[in-house]
């Protein structure tokens, strides 16, 4: 499938655009030829950044809006040919301290997301990215899409709600949706400056830093990581292709990596040390040991297949951010 | 187990408490000795009614608050041994109208009321009524914990929801909660002047009324009917038996009915005529065929069994309503 031929003139909508997957995918869509809007609510630290859509500043209309406010939705959602739903809360530890925000932002969010489709947008196609944090600790390996779902956190529950929301509106309205849970996404435009988008950016922060990285327990928990360029191309593809509507589909990673593998690529490409260190008990609580993800179900429907491997990753990753140091992490 | 021994002097609140199921429930807490305090919000058409407790009226605590505020929550829940939560929207017409309504009520007063009980009820128990609705169409027969949830509609995705933050609490803080699956409960006390609470609420109406019942189809689905006073002894049992403290069950009957025979054992005891007619379409998209459940792990963990069969049960429900025709139906 050539995505230019499918996407150009296409009207899109973005939500969370401004974020770190939202943006890199709408720079994409514009590279396309699509007509591209970004919805984005730039709550303060759950990463929407103006700077992220820099390459194609004027060329995408931004609408700063709230999705917990349902009218707004309503009008932006009028004649968008395809929805990408990335806008939400992602953060675990936030979503155990504020579980009512966290509701709000990806629960309420997405019910007025859908209803807004249903009844302004009911010829959309609507991709929704979820997370492999709706299984929970995996009973066998590599997760299969109907793995029994078990989220540690409040977060996992909201996002596995709102992927009922779009599986339901699909079967009961024929609204068009699909569902991806992507796994470790890494790559440019993520707020790396909190601690509140999960490891990598931790990681990557203190590297940039020079700061000697500190890996908790033994660091062989196996995990499958995706650069943002693949999981864009998923995001695409998943939308365009027929035969992916009214699923849900795991991403992943054709190898696996350990944590320490992770940390050690990333200090070779910042030159800075690292070491394990004892798990804190706090953390040890709602870490879910090895996850890999079976993605073939996806790779059969859309044709994708990771093209980026971890270290080359890795270095256009640093690259990015050392060419921005103020907007991200210094 | 000697329930009267357990509940004697202990403070319990129930949410929901002026509702079908629970001014049942606080009607025999009261009768057993217990400190109950009720929690409604009367939302119109929800269920509640102050008449549903004439027989403790002065005898336990009402507080009409609505759970989507929680800071009267985290004032109600202090000193309480048991919590039972029964408060919530379970009209599934209603929820596919007003799904942001659905979810408040269900989700966001749950979210509410486990962190309550985390930060100023620790040591109390939680029980939560779920339902049968949270598997969808039955892929086996009968149907165990474990069958995959697929939902129908959104009360049974924001029931389900508000199961897994039960869970989660109970794994993550040591939250004792159990989670009962309730399946087609009847009885007195139940709000059927409007069609909101489902099809058994209708055809009692109907019949006190000396209207024909039309019975949708072949009315050969087959499904598990409990008498009310059997789900309250359930829910009984749950709080005070340690084996089900983190545990999610289903209810169920040990006899299945078909809908025919329900009506055909309404209209004996009413007089009235009965007949099938064909199934609506809008009917028919939510009709999930027959539905059964396997309850023995409750009754493993519980000793709990059904005491009261169908034909009696639907006796006892129309002397009740008969007794009662301003109040409940005329």
């Given amino acids: 499938m050539n995505l230019a ?7 899109v909508l973005v939500t969370g655009g401004l974020g770190f997957i939202g943006s890199n995918l709408a720079i994409e869509l514009e590279r396309l030829g699509a007509d591209v809007t970004i919805l984005d609510c730039l709550i303060p630290e759950h990463g929407g950044n103006r700077f992220n859509i820099a390459p194609i500043d004027g060329r995408v209309s931004v609408n700063i809006s709230d999705m917990r406010d349902a009218n707004s939705l309503n009008v932006l959602v009028e004649g968008m040919d395809d929805v990408f739903h990335l806008a939400g809360q992602v953060s675990h530890g936030d979503s155990m301290r504020d579980p009512q925000l966290d509701l709000g932002v990806n629960c309420i969010s997405t019910i007025n997301l859908v209803e807004a489709c249903r009844h302004h947008a009911p010829e959309a196609v609507l991709v929704y990215t979820s997370t492999r944090q709706v299984y929970g600790r995996p009973e066998s390996l590599p997760v299969r899409e109907d793995h029994p779902t078990v989220p540690v956190d409040v977060n996992g529950i909201n996002k596995l709600a709102a992927e009922y929301y779009h599986r339901l509106y699909d079967r009961t309205y024929g609204l068009r949706s699909v569902v991806l849970r992507l796994t470790n996404t890494f790559g440019p435009r993520q707020q790396i400056r909190s601690d509140r988008q999960g490891f ?5 922060r203190q590297a940039l830093r020079g700061e000697r990285l500190r890996l908790f327990g033994t660091g062989e928990q196996r995990r499958d990581f995706n650069y943002v360029d693949d999981v864009t191309d998923a995001l695409l593809r998943a939308a365009a292709n027929e035969a992916c509507h ?11 990596y350990s944590l320490l593998e992770f940390v050690a690529a990333l200090a070779k490409h910042t030159q800075v040390e690292y070491e394990l260190v004892p798990f804190p008990d706090d953390k040890k609580i709602i870490d879910i040991g090895d996850y890999y993800g079976d993605w073939s179900a996806f790779a059969d429907a859309s044709g994708w297949a990771p093209e980026v491997d971890l270290d080359e990753g890795i270095q256009r990753t640093v690259e990015h951010y050392l060419a921005h140091p103020d907007v991200y992490w210094r």
Same sequence: chains 1, 2.
């Fill in 246 to 256: 009214g699923g849900t589909f795991n991403l992943g990673a054709p190898r696996h």
């Fill in 5 to 11: 031929d499918h996407y150009r003139g296409r009207k």
């Fill in 200 to 204: 990598i950016g931790i990681f990557i």
